[in-house]
């Protein structure tokens, strides 16, 4: 019995943390998002489905929240994933010199902080002292008040955004590439297909895997949008979520009701209904990417 016991007692402690720190949680979470309860009472009244209705038919800032979440995951992964595809084509193809440091620049901003990347970016984009608009100024360009209007802070987000993550769509492609037989495209070239041609009928459909990897990971990523859009505007003076709550995604919305506005138990369930929004997002892409016969 000792003997069958050790190896037990030996993972236990492994167990217990998981349980405490990962399923209780989660569990935790589930229960209040059928009370009212503050955070800080003692007791939660439980309300049923009312926080899920309430959210559902009578939030005006969940459903705004939804919007820009969904029309931030639309600008941001398309040129997120094409720019990581062809920036690894390109260092494949062109870059062999050179290669590993370019690898190493491109994918600097995906493990720099999030708190550096927006001070950087308000800097840039300054309405009166910052780079772009001083760019702007010299082909006599009005400077835009990127920051303080609706679109152009959608426009600051989805370039920020991009800009940190495409390294990270870029070392899944350039996995992808290195296990394609450089057979198909010696065959090709001695048939005389171009660089063009065997990139739309080699490259692109042999990568299909990471295309749904990339795709998925990326969709996931963008629809917990978060501290971005929350550090940019945190310091300039502007309401949560930017100017006209244009950048006002779920995860603020989500935070504004539990920490701001200690609505815990409302909370949760837009975190569950979160949870439902990227878990059918999640199979639809999978759907979409699955090889057919």
């Known amino acids: 019995m000792k003997q069958k016991a050790t190896p037990y007692l030996m993972i236990l402690p492994y167990f217990f943390t998981f349980f405490a720190f990962n399923i209780f949680p989660v569990v935790f979470s589930f ?3 059928f009370t009212d309860w503050n955070g ?3 007791t939660k009244e439980l309300v049923g489905f ?4 309430r959210a559902l038919t009578k939030d ?8 820009n979440t969904i029309l931030l ?5 398309p040129a997120q994933i094409l720019m990581g595809l062809l920036m690894a084509c390109l260092l494949k193809d062109f870059f062999h010199k050179f290669r590993s440091a370019f690898q190493l620049i491109n994918f600097l901003p995906y493990i720099t902080t999030t708190v550096a990347l927006a001070i950087i970016f308000q800097l840039m984009f300054d309405w009166k002292n910052g780079i772009v608009n001083g760019i702007l100024g010299v082909f006599g360009i009005e400077a835009v008040y990127w920051l303080g209007k609706a679109w152009p802070t959608r426009i600051v987000v989805v370039l920020m955004e991009v800009w940190r993550n495409y390294g990270y769509a870029m070392i899944m492609f350039l996995a992808g590439l290195s296990t394609i037989p450089e057979d198909l495209y010696e065959a090709a070239k001695i048939d005389g297909a171009s660089w063009f041609q065997r990139f739309f009928h080699i490259t692109i459909p042999m990568l299909r895997p990471i295309f749904a990897f990339t795709v998925t990971t990326g969709m996931i990523g963008v629809l917990n949008l978060f501290d971005g859009p929350q550090l940019l505007f945190s310091s300039i003076n502007q309401p949560l979520g930017g100017p006209e709550r244009s950048v006002f995604t779920i995860m603020i919305r989500f935070y504004e009701a539990s920490f701001l506005n200690f609505e815990f138990g409302y909370g949760a369930s837009i975190a569950y209904l979160f949870f439902v929004l990227v878990s059918l997002c ?12």
């Open 73 to 77: 995951t639309i600008m941001i992964i």
């Open 50 to 53: 009312a926080n899920y209705i």
């Open 60 to 67: 005006s800032f969940f459903f705004l929240s939804l919007k």
């Open 31 to 33: 229960f209040i998002s």
């Open 40 to 42: 800080i009472a003692a």
């Open 282 to 293: 999640s199979a639809l892409l999978v759907r979409a990417f699955q090889e057919r016969d």
